[in-house]
């Protein structure tokens, strides 16, 4: 599958990290680092520190992005923000079902696939997170957990849809443990989640949407990952909160 046909999509996930001086702060020493970058460059950051991100980002190459929205549109739903408000303030950008949500908030295949559509129907790209536990991957069923996951969170998302959604392969193994899938083990996956969205859409639409990796991704192993031919970028975590690191990551992108 030819991977010139995407341009590849680095994306940081600040998690909960910063206040909005300090957000501003990176922001400003990653600018020149990125400007160049051939890749699109998102800073998935805190709701609170959303402005900052904006005001700090305004005229680069930066885009900035938000980590969860709510399946409503707005409602009794204390402490919650909707898609609409994200859009409302100009976010592009929101990751649903990361698995830190899916393991400590609860989020499930439904809740998953309920606010990927809130995020489209909204105007919004999403960064869909998918992956196995250790455990799945162990007992040899991570083709089944992803392929399930994905089809629910993608249910009546339409073609047209599908150029506003990522996917992002996260191993729950791989997440803030300094464990990285070995490329072979990445691609494998993204290839999977690729051979299913052709059969669910069409080869075309396959083809054009943006496969990330996440896990662990470093400067060190982000050359490797990102060379091979299913995976289109990556969606990472802790080195995105150093500016040298990020840039890093960005830069392997150059190679394609
Ligand atoms: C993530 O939070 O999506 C992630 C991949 O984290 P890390 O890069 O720290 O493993």
Redesign the pocket.
Do not use: P, Q, V, Y
């Given at each position: 599958m030819n991977k010139a046909l995407r341009k590849p999509v680095i994306a940081g996930?600040w998690?909960m990290n910063l206040t909005p001086d300090e957000t501003a702060a990176l922001i400003e020493q990653m600018k020149p680092l990125v400007a160049d970058a051939a890749c699109d460059v998102v800073l998935c950051v805190p709701f609170v520190d959303i402005a900052a991100a904006q005001a700090a980002a305004a005229g680069s190459n930066i885009q900035i992005g938000a980590q969860n929205c709510h399946w409503a549109n707005s409602g009794a739903f204390t402490g919650e923000i909707s898609a609409p408000m994200l859009k409302a303030i100009g976010v592009g950008y929101v990751?649903v079902g990361?698995?830190?949500r899916r393991t400590y908030f609860n989020d499930s295949s439904e809740t998953v696939a309920a606010r990927t559509r809130a995020a489209l129907d909204a105007g919004l790209t999403v960064i869909l997170?998918v992956g196995e536990t250790r455990s799945e991957r162990e007992q040899g069923i991570t083709q089944e957990i992803v392929r399930t996951q994905t089809k629910i969170a993608l249910q009546g998302v339409s073609a047209e849809e599908l150029k506003r959604v990522i996917v992002?392969y996260?191993p729950v193994w791989?997440?803030?443990?300094?464990l990285t899938a070995t490329a072979e083990q990445a691609n494998e996956v993204n290839a999977w989640i690729r051979a299913l969205l052709a059969e669910l859409y069409s080869i075309d639409a396959a083809n054009g949407v943006v496969i990330q990796y996440?896990?662990?991704?470093?400067a060190a192993n982000a050359g490797e990952l990102l060379a091979q031919p299913d995976i289109d970028g990556?969606?990472?975590?802790?080195?995105?909160l150093k500016a040298q690191d990020f840039s890093a990551i960005i830069k392997a992108t150059y190679f394609f």
């Open positions: 996930n998690k990751i990361h698995s830190e997170c992002a996260e791989a997440i803030g443990t300094g996440g896990g662990s991704m470093n990556g969606l990472i975590g802790g080195a995105s």
